[in-house]
């Protein structure tokens, strides 16, 4: 039987949640109950709020005299993703459900982060029909919007309570399903990681292509920001074998203040853990923005290039590139593990193509030997390619030194 996790504040929720576990029960499923808050009640749970608290190293009655509801919330949210950790490591969650308001919207939240993509999770908020990234992250989390407050069974909140359930009972009865079936199945390929952009298309499908004939399944994460986020999310969390970079624009938007930023951190996760990586320099030739009147007064002056109506291109500088070099060169060099960097020669982008929009060889130079001149004396090999990015050889050769560095052969 498919198993349901329902995670809450039962102190402020209990009536919604009986009502939710019945529903369950009714749709098939095993459901686990875990008390994520700090108040008494007498709702029957199978994880108790005591035993979330001590997973976080801390005591229900410490955080109720304490009376700080952000230390509450922060300590149970921690208890809470300690215990769902221990519970899917038993085999016992196939999805998790969860509702509130922002406190408990947040417990379920930091509760859900660590489990793996693909295993579904599902939080009925109040909050869901604002700004959701602090909730979501990089992870596969769905949030359905409460409309009505979360504040007993009404015709509006059974209607959606009860979308909810059926939802995650779905998701759960799937994933049972698919989980025994890949157990049955035999090993996975093991994973590899790749960015990409649309103007780096070429490159990344030529390099997809070799991995998948050499054994591998590739995942391809949009350079959108979510999507270099989630890349070092699951490099950090032990899920792939090995990272192609080759879109690495996100770091452009970081350093110039364009909208698809990744944040400081970004090609930071597979070095710190040591997984093997090859990462070129993929779309360092230009900062994303909206619609060609939100760009910054301050950039009116610079090359821009509208990509469509919603998407407007800057052409970088020799100075950023030249920063940008610097930046990618010290969190090569900082890598545990195998790291290789290829450098194009002709070009980091379709637009950075001879007689295409945003062709500067000067700038390309200036980055390409900040990364270089970083790189020297380190054990980060360098290959400097007379080839544009996305000729198709230059997709291949990265895949196949990657599938080097995994195996232990030499290129």
Same mark, same amino acid.
């Given at each position: 039987m498919p198993s349901v996790v329902l995670i809450g504040t039962l102190d402020t929720k209990g009536e919604e949640y009986a009502w939710l576990r019945n529903r369950l029960v009714e749709l098939g499923s095993d459901v686990v109950v875990?008390?994520?808050?700090? /108040?008494?009640? !007498?709702?029957? #749970?199978?994880?108790?709020?005591?035993r979330v608290a001590e997973a976080a190293g801390s005591e229900v009655r410490a955080? @109720?005299?304490?009376? *700080?509801r952000g230390a509450a919330v922060t300590a149970m949210g921690e208890g809470a993703a300690a215990v769902l950790a221990g519970l899917n490591a038993d085999g016992r969650v196939d999805a998790v459900l969860a509702l509130g308001g922002s406190g408990g919207s947040s417990i379920a939240a930091r509760a859900v982060r660590d489990l793996p993509v693909g295993l579904p999770k599902l939080i009925v908020s109040t909050m869901a029909a604002g700004d959701v990234s602090p909730y979501v992250g990089a992870k596969d989390v769905t949030l359905m919007y409460s409309v009505v407050d979360i504040a007993g069974i009404n015709r509006v909140s059974r209607a959606i309570l009860g979308n909810a359930a059926a939802a995650a009972a779905g998701m759960a009865r799937a994933y049972h399903l698919a989980r025994a079936e890949q157990t049955s199945g035999g090993p996975d390929r093991p994973l590899i990681g790749a960015s990409m952009f649309g103007v780096t298309t070429p490159a990344v !499908? %030529? +390099? @997809?292509e070799r991995l998948a004939? &050499?054994?591998?399944?590739?995942?391809?994460?949009?350079? $959108?920001?979510? /999507?270099?986020? %989630?890349?070092?999310g699951l490099a950090a969390g032990g899920m792939l074998a090995g990272v192609l970079d080759l879109t690495i624009t996100e770091l452009a938007d970081d350093l110039v203040g364009?909208?698809?930023? +990744? /944040?400081?951190?970004?090609? $930071?996760a597979a070095g710190a853990h040591g997984v093997p990586q090859v990462v070129a320099p993929g779309a360092? *030739?230009?900062?994303?923005? /909206?619609?060609?009147?939100?760009?910054?007064?301050?950039?009116?002056?610079?090359? &821009?290039?509208?990509?469509?109506?919603?998407v407007t291109l800057m052409r970088t500088t020799p100075g950023e590139m030249r920063e940008l070099g610097g930046r990618v060169a010290a969190k090569l060099r900082a890598a545990a593990g195998p790291t290789a960097?290829? #450098?194009p020669r002709q070009g980091v982008s379709a637009l950075d193509a001879p007689g295409a929009a945003f062709a500067d060889p000067k700038a390309d130079a200036a980055c390409f030997e900040a990364m270089e001149e970083g790189l020297r004396g380190s054990a980060v090999a360098v290959e400097d390619l007379d080839l544009h990015i996305n000729d198709p050889a230059f997709g291949r050769a990265m895949a196949d030194r990657l599938h080097d560095m995994i195996t232990g052969g030499t290129s």
């Open positions: 875990v008390d994520a808050g700090v /108040g008494e009640h !007498d709702f029957l #749970v199978d994880v108790s709020s005591e955080l @109720r005299e304490r009376g *700080d !499908d %030529a +390099a @997809r004939e &050499l054994g591998y399944e590739v995942l391809v994460f949009h350079a $959108t920001g979510s /999507g270099g986020r %989630a890349l070092e364009g909208v698809l930023s +990744a /944040g400081p951190e970004r090609l $930071t360092l *030739d230009m900062v994303n923005f /909206g619609p060609r009147d939100t760009v910054p007064g301050a950039f009116a002056d610079r090359l &821009l290039y509208v990509h469509n109506p919603t960097l290829f #450098v």
